[in-house]
């Protein structure tokens, strides 16, 4: 079956930076299409950026330019590159492929 692991979550002062990984087993990775979303406290999870098999991305207005979305094939990962964090982006971060979510990894944005 699927399996998602995410990690490189944890807690940041606004304007730094972090990297989240998410490593996937149980699937033809590179025919796959990838995501990450979040979920803030007391808020619906939302969606924040997505990439193709091919590598097109697509993001939410509120992080372009400053998180990159990416993918390495032959590590069947997907990452997030997130920099000028602000405290809105306080939230766990989920990646997620074909019907499957990772468990999620904090992130947290102080001021």
């Known amino acids: 079956q699927v399996q998602l692991v995410e990690s490189g979550g944890g807690l940041v002062q606004a304007g730094g930076s972090l990297r989240l990984s998410c490593a996937s087993s149980?699937?033809?990775?590179?025919?796959?299409?990838a995501s990450w979303y979040r979920q803030a406290p007391g808020k619906q999870r939302e969606f924040v950026a997505s990439?193709?098999?091919?590598?097109?991305?697509n993001s939410i207005d509120s992080v372009k330019g400053r998180f990159t979305i990416s993918r390495d094939n032959a590590k069947s990962t997907v990452y997030l590159q997130m920099n000028s964090l602000k405290p809105e982006d306080t939230a766990v971060y989920y990646c997620?492929?074909?019907?499957?979510w990772g468990q999620g990894t904090q992130v947290t944005v102080s001021s």
């Open positions: 997620a492929i074909l019907d499957s």
């Open positions: 149980g699937l033809i990775f590179s025919s796959a299409h």
């Open positions: 990439i193709t098999p091919s590598g097109t991305t």
